[in-house]
């Protein structure tokens, strides 16, 4: 297999020089400037993702790596931590749901053949430790903790926050059949192209272009046979844009099955996050409720649930602080920063969960990386936000 690995920068070349130590302890420091703990919650072993997303919660350090799973163990997670992994099995994979393993824990190093290193960009790194600053909150005498900032039924409460909610989508509006947006997509965002060269090939479906009708996309110019983009639309979240399977440019405005019924809120704080001492702070607070899938979601017809909720969120009041706020704003009016699958730390399925665009539910950090000071964190979801088509 080959398997993603996160850890912090300057432990790659130890790893290249002498493969993992299982024991090794992590460099990264927490905000005390104490050594961060190695928990290994599902077992003893070295840790692994299909999904470079999740690995980067263990450190900006990110290691390609072949990987020989063995005789390998199957484990979904139930609330409780399970044992380590027994003489019987070389590995064991940790599963959000039947069908894709999300963890891989891998018991000996001799197992393990790092691969390659991968080099994200210097803007959203930061290896600097940034001494946590002193922040008082109003009507309180608590050292940075988390504020208790309720939604409130008072009047003057309500006129603080500010409300979003999601958009009604086009096709309800217009009363479209889902063939005939599909059509008007196609139409917007491919144009046909002459005959193509017997050498080049649909990625999609493996086939010379030369078999059938081709088109190529308006933005990135990438070339499909126009039946295999129809496809590809037609089992999409949203039918009113395209992604090129080649470069991910998304052409057209990309939605998401986030449900409709959720509210966003946020307004501005005198307190402070820690690595911006010099500007105020604004919390964000999403509301969700429990209903029913409805088509685009995993099983239609199916109840979800919405654990967890409200769930808030921080950003410096500063400029660029108030970009990213815009922006997830825009997002969650597209229904993109929410989803309904399978919630891997409650080991649950027909959750409403996170949608890839990570958010500081902290205030001050505690070593879990969902907290301040994190000075590349802005530009982070910059990033994650531009691949859904949100800038």
Not at 74 to 100: C, H, L, M
Not at 265 to 274: A, D, E, I, L, M
Not at 316 to 345: C, E, I, M, W, Y
Request: aromatic share 6%.
């Amino acid at each position: 297999l080959l398997l993603f690995h996160g850890t912090a920068v300057s432990s790659l070349d130890s790893i290249l020089a002498t493969n993992f130590i299982v024991d090794a302890l992590p460099q990264q420091q927490n905000t005390h400037n104490e050594q961060r703990k190695k928990t290994m919650m599902f077992g003893r072993g070295v840790y692994f993702s299909e999904l470079p997303a999740i690995s980067l919660m263990y450190g900006n350090g990110l290691l390609l790596c072949k990987v020989m799973p063995g005789k390998c163990e199957t484990f979904k997670p139930q609330g409780v931590p399970p044992p380590d992994i027994s003489e019987e099995y070389d590995s064991r994979e940790v599963k959000a749901n039947d069908s894709q393993g999300v963890i891989h824990i891998v018991k000996r190093p001799a197992q393990i053949l790092p691969y390659c290193v991968i080099q994200l960009k210097k803007q959203s790194l930061t290896s600097q430790y940034i001494k946590p600053s002193h922040c008082v909150l109003p009507n309180t005498s608590v050292h940075c903790p988390t504020p208790n900032l309720p939604i409130s039924n008072k009047a003057h409460d309500k006129a603080s926050w500010s409300v979003v909610k999601v958009d009604q989508p086009k096709e309800s509006i217009d009363n479209k059949t889902p063939l005939k947006t599909i059509e008007e997509t196609m139409h917007n965002f491919t144009n046909p192209t002459t005959r193509s060269d017997d050498d080049q090939t649909c990625t999609i479906c493996c086939d010379p272009l030369s078999s059938a009708g081709a088109v190529s996309l308006s933005s990135c110019g990438h070339k499909f046979h126009s039946s295999c983009i129809h496809a590809v639309i037609s089992h999409q979240t949203g039918q009113q844009h395209i992604q090129c399977p080649n470069c991910q440019t998304i052409h057209g405005i990309k939605t998401g099955n986030q449900p409709t019924e959720g509210k966003m809120y946020f307004r501005k704080h005198t307190g402070q996050v820690p690595g911006y001492p010099d500007c105020g702070m604004i919390v964000i607070k999403y509301t969700m409720e429990d209903g029913v899938q409805e088509d685009g979601h995993p099983n239609p017809g199916k109840p979800f649930h919405a654990k967890g909720f409200p769930r808030t969120a921080f950003l410096p009041d500063n400029q660029k602080g108030n970009h990213v706020l815009q922006l997830l704003v825009k997002a969650f009016r597209r229904r993109l920063v929410f989803t309904v699958g399978s919630s891997l730390s409650r080991g649950e399925d027909d959750c409403v969960t996170w949608n890839g665009i990570h958010h500081k539910t902290q205030i001050q950090d505690n070593g879990n990386g969902h907290g301040f000071p994190d000075m590349g964190y802005l530009d982070r979801v910059q990033g994650e936000l531009k691949q859904k088509g949100v800038e």
